[in-house]
């Protein structure tokens, strides 16, 4: 019996239709991105190249307040959210409403804690304000919202209307981010710096409710029983720590070069971290669309195994292929897109690309662990990473700069590769052999 699109276990398909399904899942999300980082990578020369230092900065900080806010407002709701509707799909309309109520209870203190940060980072005067704050934590709450609709589109792969949702919010943000740098350039008021951010946000949950409305029906005065939260959140909490300080480890390098560095690097270090980001997208399409196939056949070692052995195959191809990109073309991206201006961001972004890969790998494997219920175990590896990462980035970046915030990232990135295989040599399903 299938509901919806959802295949259990026993009905996954096999060999060649497997594949398809993945590649043709992957590829339409896939398509759409390639337009819109293209058209971002437009904007983001425009930006880099008009407006100055301090107001770039300071559009870099928003959007990694933005990024690590999102992160903790989900705090590993989306991938158990994936998971529960992938193993039990008579329940996926309730475990759309369950991780909906628990997103938005959690974006309200994450909200003010993302205003918070950025008025410390980006002091008040000509890039900073107290209302660009508020732009900011408004762009949070809207986040936490519109990121419960990739529970249901993600575990029934239908990812076509939260494709377009996603690439409508994005070419807002990239028109208004334009329209404010060809209108108040070289420096704007710190508000319309955060403005774009908010503007594409509230777009993408605007056309998620529209589009998504048949496999994630919005129904809030459908209450769910409080026992039914707890134990969602019950369950979510080690994945959802593992996952914050995952990215708070990934995002730290970011926050202390905006800290303790000149405005001139924390341009340059925006700039290839806005591209390694970009990158990134793509790595995550495949997982989005493996993950809920991954977790379908945990109940069928061998099936889990072969499908984990051949995915991770692919990322690690993939994520080679990302770093020998950095390592062949980091400098002429740089000077395209830079104008010139941050000749520091060429070697920065040859390293946060081999980062990149390896984060490509990691992604995945983090999420094979997650399909075999072991998010606690996962706590102590992103925890390691989180204060390896940090210790070196208090100690090495203040001195060295933004060079060595990327290394530090390679790393880190190590030391959570060994731990996750550690991990998966230890607890992968296996068969149970035949009367023993």
């Known amino acids: 019996m299938t509901v919806r ?15 398809v399904r993945i590649a043709s899942a992957t590829a339409i999300p896939a398509a759409g991105q390639l337009a819109v ?60 409403r369950t991780v909906l109520v628990l997103r938005v209870a959690l974006s309200l203190p994450f909200a003010v804690a993302a205003w918070v940060a950025f008025v410390v980072l980006v002091p008040a005067g000509r890039h900073g304000s107290v209302l660009a704050g508020l732009v900011l934590a408004a762009a949070v709450l809207v986040t936490g919202i519109g990121g419960s609709y990739r529970v249901p589109a993600q575990a029934q792969l239908r990812l076509t209307g939260l494709t377009v949702a996603d690439i409508i919010g994005r070419l807002a943000t990239q028109g208004v ?109 495949f997982q989005t669309s493996v993950f809920p196939l991954l977790a379908a056949a945990v109940v069928t070692p061998a099936r889990w195994r072969l499908l984990a052995r051949r995915s991770v195959a692919v990322m690690g191809v993939a994520g080679l292929g990302l770093a020998l990109g950095g390592l062949l073309f980091a400098g002429t991206v740089v000077r395209v897109l830079g104008g010139g201006h941050y000749p520091a961001a060429g070697p ?16 995945l494997l983090g999420l094979l662990v997650v399909t075999i219920d072991r998010q606690r175990q996962a706590l102590w590896v992103n925890l390691a990473a989180l204060a390896l990462n940090a210790t070196l980035c208090v100690v090495l970046v203040p001195v060295w700069g933004i060079l060595a915030a990327a290394w530090v990232g390679v790393v880190s990135e190590v030391l959570m590769l060994v731990g996750n295989v550690a991990m998966l040599s230890r607890w992968a399903p296996r068969e149970v052999p035949v009367g023993g």
């Open 5 to 19: 699109g959802v295949l259990p276990a026993q009905e996954l398909p096999a060999g060649h239709r497997l594949t």
């Open 177 to 285: 981010l334009l329209g404010v740098v060809l209108i108040a350039a070289p420096d704007p008021h710190a508000a319309l710096v955060t403005l774009p951010l908010a503007v594409g946000v509230s777009m993408t949950l605007a056309c998620c409710v529209v589009l998504c409305r048949r496999i994630a029906p919005l129904r809030p005065w459908e209450l769910l029983p409080r026992a039914l939260w707890a134990t969602m959140a019950r369950s979510a909490w080690p994945l959802g720590l593992a996952m914050v300080i995952n990215q708070l480890y990934f995002r730290v390098d970011m926050l202390v070069v905006s800290a303790t560095r000149p405005g001139v690097e924390v341009g340059a270090y925006g700039l290839a971290y806005r591209l390694v980001e970009a990158a990134n997208v793509f790595g995550g399409l």
């Open 37 to 96: 980082q293209l058209t971002a990578a437009v904007t983001l020369a425009v930006a880099a190249r008009r407006l100055d230092a301090g107001s770039f900065g300071a559009y870099v900080v928003a959007t990694t307040v933005l990024g690590t806010a999102a992160a903790l407002v989900d705090s590993g709701l989306t991938p158990l959210g994936v998971r529960e509707s992938a193993q039990h799909p008579e329940r996926a309309d309730e475990t759309f």
């Open 348 to 363: 920065a972004l040859t390293v946060l690309m081999a980062a990149g890969g390896l984060a490509w790998v990691n992604g």
